[in-house]
Structure formats: C-alpha cells, structure tokens
C-alpha cells in the first residue's frame, strides 16, 4: 500500500523514499483505523502533512490521496464480488438480516465507485454536481475543480503509473489472501484458495463499513462464514482476534507517529501565527 502511494506522487513528480512516507502512512492509517466515521478526516490529514512537510502543494497532495484511495477500493469491491459469489455458489444464501446488510452494503459501494468511474473517463465534473446542493457562494470550488481535474488527468494519462499502482493493489490482495490462508492452516484447519477469498471478501467487506476496527461486525461475518464453511465459530473468533492484535500493533505506531506529528506541526502553526503578529 505505501509502495502504491509512492509510485503516485512519483507520477507527479515527487520523489520521497518510502522511509520518510512510512510514518505518514502509519499515522493515517491509525486514524481511518480507529476512527472511521471521520468523514475525510485521514485524507485532509494526509494532505496537509504533505503540505507541510515534504511541501507539495494541496492540490497534489489530495490528488495522490483519492486516486491511492479509489484504486484501494477498486481491488477490495473486485476480492468481495468473487468472494461473494464463490460463496453463493458454493454455500447458499445468507440469513435475511445478514443478506440485506451484505447486499445494501455492496450495492452501495459498488453504485458510488462505478458511478466515480464513469465520470472520471467521460471527464465530467462531479464537484459541480455537489456544488448544487451547498451554497457556493460562500465556499470556494476553485480549488476542489483543480484537483478534479487532476484526478482526472492520472487516469486518463498517467498509464504506465496507473498500470504499477493497480499492480500493487492486487498485489497487496493477494498477500492478504495469502495472510488469511496461512493462519487459517496455523489455527489447524484445512481450506482451499477460494473459500479463502469467501473470507477475505468479508473481511474487507465489514472493514469498509464505518465502525471502529470493525468491532463487532467482522466477528458476527466471519462466524457466520467460517460455519457454512464447516470451519467452526470458534475458529472465526480466534481468527478475527489474532487478526486484529498484529494490526493493532500498526495502529499504536501510527497513533503515536500521529501524535508526535500533530504536535510539530502545531509548533510551526503557532510558530508562524506569532511571528505574524511580532511583524505587525
């Protein structure tokens, strides 16, 4: 994933060593972690970190962030489309509470994505689109289009970079897969690469609903799963916890890599305020 990014802004002409995008990407990734009901929250804060830090401007900044983030999303809602008709094929259907919160969810995610596609390749604005539901009087689309337009330019342009980027999507699929296969097999059970890719549909699936490290959600999915896979609920528990310790691992690094970064850059925001005050 922080391999991917990299390529982008390389696309765009920034060149950072990925040891220097590392800390940003763990901090952000404690974020959308722990708090994803934020809505945009990682991405502003990804922005403005690269502003500040590496000086890209913010129109480049949050260009790279939403076509890394569109490209992410892509991959998951590909693994969950096979991962659930795998399932269908192989289990049936699910509960009816439990299908109707599947099926809105999937219709949901893929109506926006595939929509975001389609306006991207007929290059038509869809921050204006928005702009007719707030008042634009007041708030300012200038820049928003810019980036639109740049977000735009990557995808219908940048091939050979949106080519290694769409390579590392995938490629970070199928360590994920491989990740959920092996551990299976560790907690002593047998299972193919399909029913495999049932379970990490899932697993992506509960972690793009916005609830705090899926908390809950995925447990109550991967029992459901792991038992029509005649793996065991018990099976499912270890397997979501074990999964959620090692990620936990990477979130108190990011939080604290967060912490340490919001805390310079409030230093240089007050900074930069108080010597603007000593100049008037």
Known sequence: GLWKWQVILNSQGYNIPLRKLAGLYLASFSLIYLFPM?????????????????SIPWKNGITSIFVDKILEITSFLIVIFAGFIFFLLEIGL?????????????????????????????????????????????LSYAELLETEK??????????????????????RVIV????????????????????TL????FYYFAF?????????????IQTFSFTA?????????????????????????????????????????FSRKIENLAGK
């Open 176 to 195: 994920t897969w491989l990740r959920c296969w092996l551990l299976i097999l560790f907690l002593g059970k047998t299972i193919g690469f399909l029913p």
């Open 208 to 220: 793009m609903v916005p609830i705090p490290a899926a908390l809950g959600l995925h447990e109550v």
């Open 229 to 269: 896979l005649g793996l065991g609920g018990g099976t499912a528990t270890a397997f979501t916890v074990i999964l959620r310790g090692a990620e936990l691992i990477f979130v108190f690094i990011g939080l604290a890599i967060f912490l340490k970064l919001g805390m310079g850059l409030l230093q240089n925001f």
């Open 94 to 138: 699910p509960p009816k509470n439990l299908g109707i919160i599947l099926g809105g969810g999937l219709f949901l995610s893929t109506a926006l994505t595939g929509f975001l596609y389609f306006k991207i390749f007929k290059k038509e604005s869809i921050v204006k689109i928005l702009a007719k539901f707030f008042n634009h009087r007041r």
């Open 150 to 171: 740049e977000i735009f330019f990557f995808f219908k342009f940048r091939r050979r970079a949106l080519s290694q980027a769409l390579f590392l999507s995938f490629l």
């Open 38 to 54: 934020m809505l945009l929250g990682e991405e502003i804060f990804k922005g403005y970190v690269l502003k500040e830090k590496f």
């Open 198 to 201: 049932s379970i990490l549909g």
